[in-house]
Each structure stands twice: as C-alpha cells, then as structure tokens.
C-alpha cells in the first residue's frame, strides 16, 4: 500500500476512529458514487433525496475499483491550523463563500459560513462537520464527485437545465441569474417531459449527436415558480402560499427563498433521465422589463460569442486534474471548447419579455 500524503493522514484522523454505518451508491452514466456517514439521521435523508439515482445496496463489491467513495463525519466545526486563502466567487455574487489551502496530495475546502471542511485527494474524498444541518452541501459535494469525473473526460460543463421532449428531443436551457431555466425546465416536465438536471449540465461531443448528462441534484425554485405551476402546490403549506400570493410579482422575483422539487412526487415516478442526446440548446435573454413579445430564434453562437457568458461554468475548487493536482484559481473554459460542444447542436435565443407559454409552445413545435 503507497504511503499516506499529508491529506489522507489528516483525513484517517477523522475517519479510522468513527463507525461508518450508512451506505448508499449513486449512479450516473458509468460513474458510481459511494457514500458512507457515522450518521444514521443523515444517511435516511440522503437515501430519500438520491432515491432515483439510488443504485444496488451500497455494498461495493471487490471488482468494484471504478467507485468513488465519499464519507462524510459528523463534528463540531473544526479550527484547523492552516493559512486558508479565500476562492473567488462567480462574477456578480458577493461575500465569502468558500477558502482552500493546499496540502501534499489535496486540497481542503472549507464553507466559511457553516465551518464545513472537505478534504479532498485522488483516494480522498471526507466531509467532516455539521453534516446533518447542512445536508445540501454534502448532497452538493457527490455531485462535484460526478461533474469532476466527466469534467476530466473533457465534457463542456455548462450552466443549465436540460429535458428530454415527449418525441425524444434533448433541449438544454440556459439564461443569465434569475432567468427562469428552472422554472421553464418544471413546466416541460409537467407537460410530459422528462428532467435531466436542474442547474448543471455536461457535453459529450464525440459522437455525431451530442449528449448531455445531469447531475443528481433536484431543482431548487424562487417562490415565483411555485406559485405560477399547479403541479408545485403541495410544496408549501397554504398559509405560507396565501402570504406570498399578497407580494407584488416585483418582490416574488426578487425573494431570496429557495424550495427543492421532489420531481417523483410532484410529476409521477420514472420522470429522472440522467443521460439524452442533445438536439437543441435555448439561452434565455428576454426581460422581464420588456414590453416586446417574446421570441425564439435560431443564432450562430460564432458569431455571438457573448453569449456564452450565460452557459460557462467553471469546475470549482472541488475539482482535481487527473495527476491529483488542485487548480490554484477558478479555471475559464475558453469560448472555443463551447463552440466545439456545440457544433451539433442547434442554439437558440429567446428576446422579448419573459413569456413560460409562450416558449413552451416553441419547445412542443418547434418552427425549423
């Protein structure tokens, strides 16, 4: 056995003392997720929350080498003794978020505000803090173990939404903060579409018909999109909906309220499809200030190379390259690795103000 680097001696410290008594394995594509905690609480709700990616027993049998195992331990905060550097957040969001130091073999991630800490290597992957009170971003750390893998394969990483149309067509959607991706996404499924992925999506541009990949995360919505889609109406007790019903459309928009969309209770069972082929990508630039009408045109992203701005999305301090190493800073996928991806793929752009019938119309019977 090699001997231990630096961050799999600090994360056997946490780990070789505990009891790991939960196990579930999540699978997407040929990359399988095992995930193990010393808290029984935290692994029910993790087996509730991946049930449609949920996969065997969570038993990882022998010939089982292709499995990436995540554990996360139960603690108080920890006060570690390094000189953590703070990592620069997306353009346009504000305040610390998260910090990285960088140690032989890894990288420790810590979450300023909850005092989590991810330690991170090629045979490492350990969550140790308040786990159970911020179960999202361990649900969010499995998921950086599924964008990092096909990362590393060269799929584009894009920041969107993807559906698979009743006739089979896969449709990504992208659009700038608050554009309504989701919200657009929600009502494809509710017309009978399936759900691919809420907010990441993966490019392969190595066959002929591109395909995307979504990661197991479900749909997280303003409470704008709940109030306008019937199917959503059990999310929230009727007060709270009535409170909400009284806000002007100007304050819904602007609320910093997120709810998760449980796709399986609200849309039926067997909606989740986790890989497609991708056919067409719609970036969504209309305004909800607008006064034109909405309309969806077919555009030469080479030519209108801003907006990719809307689609990129970087990997994240979570991500390692395939020696192991930790970029020292967010990486920007240039425009080209885009245009690439999406040489195939029909592009479209919706302007106008914002119209959800409208482009859902567009979507059901697209005009070619």
């Given amino acids: 056995m090699p001997e231990r680097t630096k961050i799999e001696e600090l994360a056997a410290r946490f780990v070789d003392e505990r009891t790991l008594i939960g196990s579930l394995l999540v699978e997407v594509g040929d990359v399988r997720v095992r995930v193990r905690t010393d808290r029984e609480s935290l692994a029910d709700e993790l087996r509730s929350y991946f049930a449609p990616w949920w996969k065997d027993d969570g038993v990882v049998r022998e010939n089982d080498d292709d499995v990436i195992d995540v554990v996360a331990i139960e603690a108080d905060p ?76 060269g799929h584009a990483l894009c920041h969107a939404s993807g559906v698979v149309m009743e006739d089979g067509r896969g449709i990504a959607i992208s659009g700038f903060s608050g554009g309504g991706k989701s919200t657009l996404a929600l009502w494809l499924v509710g017309d009978g579409s399936r759900f691919v992925s809420n907010d990441r999506v993966l490019i392969d541009a190595s066959r002929d018909r591109a395909r995307m990949l979504g990661v197991p995360k479900l749909p997280r919505i303003n409470p704008g999109t709940l109030l306008s889609n019937p199917a959503l109406s ?29 796709i399986d209770r609200c849309f039926g069972e067997g909606r989740i499809q986790s890989a497609a082929p991708l056919d067409a990508f719609l970036i969504l630039s209309w305004d909800r200030r607008s006064t034109d009408p909405m309309s969806i045109r077919h ?70």
């Fill in 78 to 153: 920890l006060a570690l003794d390094h000189d953590f550097t703070d990592w620069p957040r997306d353009p346009g969001k504000v305040g610390r978020k998260e910090a990285i130091v960088d140690l032989d073999g890894g990288r420790i991630v810590k979450k300023v505000r909850t005092g989590m800490h991810f330690l991170i290597g090629p045979r490492t992957k350990v969550a140790i803090g308040p786990c159970a009170a911020n179960s999202n971003q361990i649900i969010n750390f499995v998921n950086a173990q599924v964008l990092g893998h096909y990362y590393g394969r």
């Fill in 234 to 262: 059990g999310i929230l007790p009727a007060e709270r909906v009535e409170a909400l019903r009284r806000l002007p459309t100007s304050e819904l928009w602007d609320l910093e309220e997120k709810y998760d969309v449980n």
């Fill in 299 to 368: 555009v030469d992203l080479a030519a209108r190379r801003e907006l990719i701005a809307a689609i990129r999305k970087p990997p994240g301090p979570f991500w390692l390259d395939a020696e192991g190493n930790a970029p020292a800073a967010p990486i920007e996928p240039n425009d080209e690795s885009y245009l690439e991806a999406l040489a195939n793929v029909t592009v479209y752009e919706a302007t106008g103000r914002v119209d959800f019938e409208a482009a859902r119309e567009y979507l059901r019977n697209p005009r070619r």
